[in-house]
């Protein structure tokens, strides 16, 4: 039921963009129009020009990502086990964490180049202090009950990591996933944008150059599809590993 309702509010919005740009309400020099935009897309896929540009786009992203949430689940775990480690780097890691990344973009596209590897860098900041801050407050909200239960069976403190921790911060770390691809598509695609010779960024780069409205939502809506897709994978991925917690329609039904 709640598909059939998404699939009629998407329908309406369609139907309304159609019709502001038909009697010009809104006008398509500025909101594009949506059967010029869908051929712009079809064109792409039919004639394969798309596939190189949003094959470099994504794997900068899934790098990003990957790395950024790794690093991030490690730092915050360390960090929130070391109580004194955390007080001495907690104003370097707020600094860095309020600097606006996209200024970065051109200092790392100098450091690594126009290639993969300074899109990725970009888009590993905005990752990592996503994931970092989740973890870092799930360790911090273990309950102290639970841990001395676990020490007084005998738990080592490899185990209190492996058996309480990680499962306390898993939760949190995924709520921080759902955030995290978007940024990680941004950081790819803002740092394409700024500087590069191909992917999803660049065609948007070109088409705005020409004040192609239709080829900028275009890529736009492209992304956003990818986007969703990566997120749907990180929701099956969320329902797989946390199938020992309650779920939230469960909850209310009992």
Known sequence: MIGVWRTGLAVVLLGLWYAGTETAVLSPLFFGHPLKIFAVIGEWFASGDIWRHLAITITETLLAFASGTISGVV????????????????????????????????????????????????????????????????????????????????????????????????????????????????????????????????????????????????????????ALVLDGAVSLAETRLLVWQPRADAARES
């Open 75 to 226: 730092a915050g775990l360390w960090l929130g086990l070391s109580p004194r480690t955390q007080a001495v780097l907690d104003p370097f890691i707020k600094a860095a964490n309020a600097m606006p990344r996209v200024i970065l973009a051109p200092i790392f596209a100098m450091w690594f180049g126009l290639g993969i590897a300074s899109k990725v860098a970009l888009g590993f900041t905005l990752v990592f202090f996503i994931v970092f801050f989740n973890v870092l407050q799930g360790v911090r909200e273990v309950p102290p009950v639970v841990l001395n239960a676990a020490r007084m069976l005998g738990a080592s403190p490899r185990q209190l990591v492996r058996q309480v921790y990680l499962p306390a911060a898993l939760s949190w770390v995924f709520s921080s996933l759902h955030v995290s691809v978007g940024m990680a598509f941004v950081g790819a695609v803002v740092a394409e944008y700024l500087g590069s010779y191909a992917g999803v960024g660049y065609l948007i780069l070109q088409a705005e150059g020409m004040f192609d409205v239709d080829t900028v939502f275009a890529g736009i809506i492209v992304l956003t599809g990818c």
